[in-house]
């Protein structure tokens, strides 16, 4: 979607995510898009390895039935094939032809079923006939077939054949993570769930969002470091903040649960549980000046991954950039979460936005006016522009005194972004240039 008004400075510092990048993207989405992937299992181990090409991860493992928090990690879950058989030896429904037909952690079952004796374990979706639904069943063991709501209909035999080779067994969970170091020890988190199935937009788009941050990051200068974070939703999450309790509450400076950014639709910003964080307030200042289409929601306790970072117990400054919100499309959870629901274009976009959202929180100092008493005689160090029109110039040390003025230890470049109702990226440079003075000394 092209914005509608693009303020001139965002223009200007906007990175340009070129064609190839957006093919790559893609790409590595479709590469990803048929393994069936688990919270456990070698559809996860296979979808790491894949993104190991892409980022350096390091894989940490967990053992089936540690504890953490309230929680216990699953036994490991693994499928070969899956199929339902009529009385002629019919094959009504397949594993292979689509993984969203098992309910994702059944049990192995085998045997002959009557018609209602099998129903009660079909899924299917009654307004949306034609689409398979996307069903988990972690903690209850349970096994079932997910099927499109027009193929059950036709369901006539008496009985049928059902076969589901699976295990669950002790194994491992797998969470996997890379940095990139900063200047100072604080870092922003950015976090996606790998364990969906063949689901595009939801999950997988969000992984390969992440991956390639990574590599436009690891090219900039950082005045914070990144933490790239992939793990296997809810459980994994909780596994990691119950491994870095007192750690991630000291080093976290703002977050990201980046997931649904595959899709044309409009731009959501989940805000974190506080609100007014400066990861709220650097995401909205972007979207706005931006001129992107964008609607800002305030957290709400459902969701994915920030349900645990934005845990009271925590209450980490973690929002989310999206583009359409789960739970809210028709295609959500459903085989209608394909290849044709995400676009290269949508991608690239949102890789754009993510890159100044991140750069704004980079760039958003906290500084200290070295010289507070009264204004600081600015000519004397040549800081009255010569060149530009008049109303640049006027700008420009407008800027300068509003920095000067605002930068006493408590307000940082969004606060006085957000009185003066520009884009922080106006602010950055300007800043930068009074540091270079010694008028300003960055302290946070
Ligand atoms: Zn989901």
Known sequence: MKPKKVDAIIQSVSPKVNQKRRHEMFNLLAELFPICRSLTGEGARKTLEILSREIPLQMH???????????????????????????????????????????????PISGWFSLDELKPHIFTLPERPQSIPYVTSYYHRQWGFCMAHRDFLALRDEKYYVKIDSSLSPGNLIIADAVL????????????????????????????LVAHLYQE?????????????????????????????????RHLHAGFVVTC??????????????????????????????????????????????RQYCSPGFNLPVGSLMR????????????????????????GESLEVYLL????????????????????????????????TQKARDEEIQRRMWILNYSDGEHALIDIAE???????????????LQETGLLKRIG
């Open 324 to 347: 359409s919100i789960y739970g809210e499309h028709p295609e959500y959870h459903t085989s209608d979460d394909n290849l044709n629901f995400v676009t290269e274009e949508a991608l």
């Open 261 to 306: 950014v595959g899709d044309p639709g409009p731009f959501n910003y989940k805000q974190s549980r506080h609100g007014h964080h400066a990861v709220d307030r650097a995401t909205e200042n972007v979207l706005k000046f931006g001129g992107f289409p964008y609607r800002i929601r305030p957290f709400w306790p459902g969701g994915s991954d920030e």
């Open 357 to 388: 959202v991140l750069n704004a929180l980079q760039g958003n100092g906290l500084y200290r006016n070295t010289n507070p008493y009264c204004e600081p005689q600015m000519s004397k160090r040549g800081l009255y522009p010569k060149w530009g």
């Open 181 to 208: 170091p900063g200047m100072v020890e604080k870092e922003i988190l950015l976090s996606c769930y790998f364990c969906h199935p063949s689901m595009a937009n939801d999950s997988l788009s969000g992984v390969v």
């Open 61 to 107: 493992f967990f053992p089936t039935g540690m504890r953490c928090f309230d929680w216990e990690i699953p036994e490991e879950w693994n499928i070969t094939s899956a199929f339902i058989k009529d009385q002629s030896g019919n094959t009504i429904v397949d594993f292979a032809d689509n993984n969203l037909h098992v309910v994702n952690y059944s049990e």
């Open 419 to 433: 009185k003066m109702n520009v884009s922080i990226f106006s602010l950055i440079d300007t800043a930068r240039e």
């Open 217 to 249: 990051l690891a090219r900039q200068e950082r005045y914070y470091g990144y933490r790239f974070l992939f793990v296997p939703e809810t459980i994994g999450a909780i596994v990691y903040l119950s491994q870095h309790k007192d750690s991630i509450r």
